[in-house]
């Protein structure tokens, strides 16, 4: 079975922190990951993609190990409005089509 | 201008009824997908369909049938519902099949008395 792991949180933060999510991933064929993010009682948004060399966009960085399966998101310099539901996502062939597999998300609380 | 909407957004009902859910969107893309998220957060997918067409039916009781009339629209219908069917139903959209971004609706929460 496909299956995308997470800490489910809650991750408990100051303003200002740098926090760290990670997620393993058991399917070694994916062949593309994201991360996405899901506002409480609301519907989940693609944050950014992840690609085997490290990418960043503005205070977000995501990191991808594919030997280790395994996926990283670091949030720097986190804002009230960072709160929320972070889901690992991964890209996986199901019968023939491409699907989306979800972690269960971990959930970030970032307060005054 | 919304990208992709889902009606009812709010359902309460009784064991035993019939329901509809319905989404549309209106980003021209050619695929379509129905996800539950139950209470533990998860989300999985039900269904996918492309131009109208099933391509994906991820071992669902036969109770849920989806239906898509023209690729902008992709309804739900369960019958005989459970108390376990209680959950949010997402639906999304992509341009293509295997396109990584996929757009969704706010979600229709079902809850089963």
């Known amino acids: 079975r496909k299956e995308v792991e997470q800490d489910p949180g809650p991750f408990n933060v100051p303003e200002g922190a740098t926090v760290a999510f990670n997620c393993t991933y058991s399917?070694?064929?994916?062949?593309?990951f994201f991360w996405y993010r899901q506002d409480c009682r609301k519907e989940p948004k693609l944050l950014m993609s992840?690609?085997?060399s490290g990418n960043e966009d503005g205070r977000f960085t995501a990191q991808l190990n594919r030997a280790s399966q395994y996926i990283s998101l670091l949030i720097r310099d986190s804002k009230l409005s960072d709160s929320a539901t972070y889901l690992c996502?991964?890209?996986?062939?199901?019968?023939?089509?491409?699907?989306?597999?979800f972690g269960k998300g971990t959930m970030l609380l970032v307060s005054p | 201008d919304t990208a992709v909407s889902q009606t009812p957004k709010y359902l309460v009902t009784q064991m035993g009824n019939d329901k509809s859910i319905k989404c549309e969107q209106n980003?021209?893309?050619?695929?379509m997908y129905w996800y539950k998220q139950d209470s533990k957060k998860f989300l999985k997918i039900m269904f996918s369909?492309?131009?109208?067409?099933?391509?994906i039916n991820e071992t669902v009781p036969n109770r849920f049938s989806p239906k898509s009339p023209d690729k902008a629209h992709l309804n739900l219908h369960i019958n005989s519902l459970e108390l376990g069917d209680s959950a949010v139903y997402f639906c999304?959209?992509?341009?293509?099949?295997?396109?990584?971004?996929?757009?969704f609706g706010p979600g229709t929460r079902l809850t089963v008395l």
């Open positions: 399917n070694s064929a994916s062949q593309s």
């Open positions: 992840v690609y085997s």
């Open positions: 369909y492309n131009n109208k067409e099933l391509i």
């Open positions: 999304a959209s992509s341009r293509r099949t295997g396109d990584n971004e996929q757009f």
């Open positions: 980003l021209g893309h050619d695929t």
């Open positions: 996502v991964v890209n996986d062939m199901n019968s023939g089509y491409s699907t989306l597999t």
